[in-house]
């Protein structure tokens, strides 16, 4: 009986699994097709999934059009810089956090959820009056500012639940064997939790690559102007959307998120595995 009622189940939660990722796949997939879509085709009343005359104008145009390669600089090293130092103030914050439970624990909770409660709009104002004061408008380290703020509390909270799965028996075993503190952390704990610093690095990297709230108010210039922002050029002053090159130049500017994810995505398994059979 419960064989037979569980096969229907699980059919049903394949074909829920699979409309959803059609339903992720669907946006994705169109983007790539309108980028190869020369005008006539992108102005057909009967459009089709594949293009039949694929070309490369509409990136050809999208280059010429606006300083793309200059936008993507910018989003890199935003989007780098902030992961990376988001990462080094979280890991430490996290095993305190995770291991020392106490008021500690508690502040750092209660700070994950009402920072992530705050919209943008609400808390951009007294932001940008902050970096005024600090001479860090229209400026790249004061975005990076901003995108560390608004990740920590998240990985801060990611990085503990990683924390909380290392045994402490492990760094006891490695106390008794003379390890200091400093050494235990460096050598059992921290390769440990290389899976999860690599998945909250990713996380906030492709965070900051995708934002686009703050640095349109915070960046006033073009040359410092990141991936996001530029993209909305091609929209035209009556909200007509130059749509060949605007879909060229958003699918250049997923690619980054996507191959990110598939070169680390190995190793975070990887490393999830090797972890939990150390002993």
């Not at 130059?242 to 958003?250: Q, S």
Request: proline letters at 7%; glycine letters at 6%.
């Amino acid at each position: 009986m419960s064989l037979r009622t569980g096969r229907p189940a699980r059919a049903g939660q394949y074909a829920a699994l699979l409309c959803y990722l059609v339903f992720l796949a669907f946006p994705f997939l169109w983007l790539v097709s309108t980028a190869f879509k020369p005008a006539r085709e992108l102005g057909s009343l009967h459009p089709t999934w594949i293009p039949e005359r694929p070309t490369l104008d509409n990136f050809r145009q999208a280059f010429d059009e606006q300083p793309l390669l200059q936008a993507a600089g910018n989003s890199l090293v935003a989007a780098s810089a902030a992961a990376l130092i988001a990462v080094l103030v979280a890991t430490p914050l996290a095993y305190a956090t995770a291991r020392h439970r106490g008021r500690l624990a508690s502040a750092a909770t209660g700070w994950v959820v009402v920072s992530q409660a705050f919209p943008f709009v609400l808390v951009i104002i007294p932001l940008f009056l902050i970096l005024k004061n600090l001479h860090l408008i229209n400026s790249l380290w004061g975005l990076i500012l901003v995108y560390v703020v608004w990740s920590l509390p998240f990985a801060l909270w990611m990085l503990a639940g990683y924390v909380r799965a290392v045994p402490p028996e492990l760094e006891e075993a490695a106390a008794v064997d003379g390890a200091g503190k400093l050494r235990t952390l460096v050598s059992v704990t921290a390769p440990l939790l290389a899976p999860g610093i690599v998945a909250t690095a990713l996380f906030a990297f492709i965070t900051a690559w995708n934002e686009f709230f703050f640095a349109l108010v915070l960046l006033k210039t073009p040359e410092k102007q990141t991936l996001p922002v530029v993209l909305t050029h091609f929209l035209g002053a009556e909200g007509v959307a130059d749509l060949g090159p605007l879909a060229a130049a958003a699918f250049l500017a997923t690619l980054p998120s996507l191959v990110l994810f598939a070169v680390i995505q190995r190793r975070i398994t990887g490393g999830m595995t090797a972890g939990a059979v150390k002993s």
